[in-house]
């Protein structure tokens, strides 16, 4: 019923993306909806508060009535910067309902860049927590236009008003503002981490294909509880019926996330479903792994953000029942789910392919998506031609369309023309990776195409080289770099070990890989290979390699 009232919504070309959590709301009042830990007792156990289905719909209702008063409306850019909690999903799908567009950005990226990002939305309103309202106050230029303020906790010397002011009054049903399905329903910046953040605008089209998409690509029923470790993720949890355990961690250091934290989340709420980065997912297995523990309540896992390594997804599988299944689908902040592949073809199939050099195969193309791959170009392509297309085979940039796929950055007229292709039937994004499709029609990622070097004897890819040597046992992982100008680039392998050795073992680990380098087709050229205390790594997911800073610090180290 929920799906045919979406459809209809959008052959009449209207849709709000709350109408979601309403119809949730109906179906299951008195179900958890948002779970959060919200303190401890004198022995250690943790105590939850929660809003059910029925009452984050009513309070969410309460508070659209209180921002729509002090001029939150339809189309007002808001600054959202709330720590994930009941009162960040509250705030979200109240500002869906009254129309206005959030604006979200990672604020883990560093205030410069945060300050940029923002500013770059010319934001008119602004809600967040105490600590994000100095930072407006500091710098007020990046804020010029926001005459609508509001707080989550205590207000100091500004004013607006706070949250408790807005979810105080007594409830009555909102009608949420009637929205064209192309309409903008909020604005997400990217990572950055191959380049400035971009935002990416996200229509209430794009919305409701992806939760349709997730629902399809993960098979979920709304009986199922969910942990959610990145919060935006977390939002697609009432839409789709599922209860959301929010989890007692940093959502900015997954890599540094207490284990224990996670498994008592899981345990005492039976969580059947957990979204993880790869970050995450290796520290949490090697612990489970570490104490004998197993995690039978576990359904599915889905990990995204970056590659993930054969050795990850076998360590977590053996931690659950044979039914239970990890995913890992392939997308971006742009377009999302782009395709998906299961641990079960993983490990019985790609796997050993993807140590021979094949790169990390992603699956089929997701629920809606249209995929192809096309000859690798640095400039902008204007229209789509089929000339643009390369033999199934070939690698290639991979570009896709699809209701997922956002249309467009805001404000960013360079960032749409380096990334979309315009066509007859709309538009084609240009993922940026690089990858072939084989003969069963799914996906292997090859790479950034910023990342790959491009050497005298032709392209190398970052993916299938540094395959090579993540298959060294002391490896943590790699990271493929060039030094030097482009069609001259000397090739260097950028190494983090799992401990640190003595001089002598780092001697003859280095003699190790530069053997397995010169044994490989695909590496014989690399034969520079530089040892690195820790990566440099995205924010969002702690996964994602700055390999550009990798490749100014190999130049420095090279020349020296």
Known sequence: MMIELVEKSRNEGEINIASYLTQMAQKHPDKRAVVFPFCRDRCGRVAYSHLTFQQLDRESDTVAFGLEEMGIQRGVRTVLMVKPGI?????TFALFKVGAIPVVVDPGMGIARLLRCLGETEPEAFIGISLAHVIRVLFPKYFKNVDRVATVGRKWFWGGETYKSLSSRPWQPYMPAGIHADDTAAILFTTGSTGPAKGAVYTHRNFAAQIESIRACFTIGEDEIDLPTFPLFALFDPALGMTAIIPDMDPTRPAKVNPDRILEAIENHGVTSIFASPALLNRVGRHCEEHQLQLPSLRRVVSAGAPVSSDNIARFAALLKDSAEIYTPYGATEAMPVAVIGSYEILMDTAMLSEKGFGICVGLPAHGIQLKIIRILDLPIETWTDELEVPDGDIGEIVVQGDVVTRAYFQNPQADADGKIRDADGFWHRMGDLGWKDKAGRIWFCG?????????????YTIPCETVFNRHPSVFRSALVGVGLVGDQTPVICIELMHKPSRRELTAIKEELLQASKAHVLTRQIETILFHKGFPVD?????????EKLAEWAARKVKA
């Not at 790959?452 to 032709?458: F, I, K």
């Open 87 to 91: 009162e960040f999903f509250v705030l």
């Open 448 to 460: 950034r195409k910023s990342h790959r070097v491009e050497t005298q004897e032709g392209p190398l």
């Open 539 to 547: 924010i969002r997911h702690n996964a994602k390699i700055f390999r």
